[in-house]
Each structure stands twice: as C-alpha cells, then as structure tokens.
C-alpha cells in the first residue's frame, strides 16, 4: 500500500487516511480517541454503514483489542448525523431555488 493510504475495517477500501475518521488506542493510557494521539489506530469510512458494521459485529473493538467505549460510536454518529443533514439541506434548498426560478421562466413566456 502506498504512503498514507489506509484501509477501512469494515469494507477493506483503501483510501488516503484523510478521508476516514481515525480511532486511535491511545498509548500507554489504552483510552480510545478520535483522530489524535499515537498508539494503535483503525480507520473508518464515514459512513453509516460502515460504523453500523463496526459497531455490531465490534469489529472495531477487534482491531483495536480493547472495548471500545459507547462514546466513542456516539460521537461517530452524531458526525455523521450533521454531516448528513448539512448535506441535504443544501441540496433541497438548491431544488427549491431551482423549481422557484423555473416556474417564474414559465409564467413570464406566455407574456412573452
Ligand atoms: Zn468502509
């Protein structure tokens, strides 16, 4: 694998680690944290079915070989709750916009 590419525990894709959320067992302390700190790490892709996989199988728990901490999927998932809702708000107000100046094109052609 090349320099800085990792692969996701739950679906094995291999992306540059910058695109999944970290989870680190940090050293020596064994606490389990997200995106910082050194010690053993495994990395997700953020998505839900990914963490939903990680989570029931505890395959993340596995990889890490340490309980991993209900916190620890909470905060996964609330990032993956406002990611998500950023996401369709946009896009539903840009259909929004959309349609409004459609139908406005329409009622003026007949003026027209
Ligand atoms: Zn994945």
Known sequence: M???YRRCLSCRKVAHRSEFWRIVRVYPSQTI???QGMGRSAYLCP????????????????????????SIYNALWSRLAQGQEGVKFDTENHKQAFKGTRRQGADLTPAN
């Open 2 to 4: 090349e320099p800085n």
């Open 33 to 35: 944290e997200l995106d």
């Open 47 to 70: 998505q839900a079915s990914c963490l939903q996989a990680a989570q029931r199988k505890d395959r993340l728990g596995r990889v890490l070989k340490v309980p991993v901490p209900e």
